[in-house]
T-cell receptor
Framework: AQSVTQLGSHVSVSEGALVLLRCNYSSSVPPYLFWYVQYPNQGLQLLLKYTSAATLVKGINGFEAEFKKSETSFHLTKPSAHMSDAAEYFCAVSDQNSGNTPLVFGKGTRLSVIA | EPEVTQTPSHQVTQMGQEVILRCVPISNHLYFYWYRQILGQKVEFLVSFYNNEISEKSEIFDDQFSVERPDGSNFTLKIRSTKLEDSAMYFC??????????FGEGSRLTVL
């Protein structure tokens, strides 16, 4: 069975500082990995995804994530935080990139950005 | 840009009442899902649906829950007799043959 662990339920950074949100996964097969963002009172929006191509994945809004198989990690980073980045971030894993296999989500990390 | 739409955005109901949450997936998508998120907790998979039948369901999706696609466009989640612990945000999602899930903005259910 697959699972995702997000370290830190709440991360607070200053505006302009590096954002690092941690995600570790467990999967018995090569995983497909996703980061979703949830702004207040909104649905889940895809930030980026890893589907076995390049290990460094660039997403929207300046975010990127690196797949490290040896560390079973898929941490999300952004060089310089902006106030508008304040949201809940969810890491998710799937064993397929097609078909009806559901995503398994982590518990989420709330990002606060301090002016 | 095509999007998944959900109604209602918020529903308040009394314990024991039936609730139907509605979703219109993106039109050319093949796979449909319901997830829920209890306040402050993670997003949990409930059920997936393909070719007019349930493909997979979680332990949460017990006999009180049902899904159907009555008219080829709507995708509904029915809770037969709501309990307090059913209070949550319910997200519908759809997916083409390959690629990521596209989520709606959610329906907040409050059971009193």
């Amino acid at each position: 069975a697959q699972s995702v662990t997000q370290l830190g339920s709440h991360v607070s950074v200053s505006e302009g500082a590096l954002v690092l949100l941690r995600c570790n996964y467990s999967s018995s097969v090569p995983p497909y990995l996703f980061w979703y963002v949830q702004y207040p009172n909104q649905g889940l929006q895809l930030l980026l995804k890893y589907t076995s191509a390049a290990t460094l994945v660039k997403g929207i809004n300046g975010f990127e994530a690196e797949f490290k198989k040896s560390e079973t990690s898929f941490h999300l980073t952004k060089p310089s935080a902006h106030m508008s980045d304040a949201a809940e971030y969810f890491c998710a894993v799937s064993d397929q990139n097609s078909g009806n296999t559901p995503l398994v989500f982590g518990k989420g990390t709330r990002l606060s950005v301090i002016a | 840009e095509p999007e998944v739409t959900q109604t209602p955005s918020h529903q308040v109901t009394q314990m024991g009442q039936e609730v139907i949450l509605r979703c219109v997936p993106i039109s050319n998508h093949l796979y449909f899902y319901w997830y829920r998120q209890i306040l402050g907790q993670k997003v949990e998979f409930l059920v997936s649906f393909y070719n007019n039948e349930i493909s997979e369901k979680s332990e949460i999706f017990d006999d009180q829950f049902s899904v159907e696609r009555p008219d080829g466009s709507n995708f509904t989640l029915k809770i037969r007799s709501t309990k307090l612990e059913d209070s949550a945000m319910y997200f519908c999602a759809s997916r083409p043959f390959t690629g990521e899930l596209f989520f709606g903005e959610g329906s907040r259910l409050t059971v009193l």
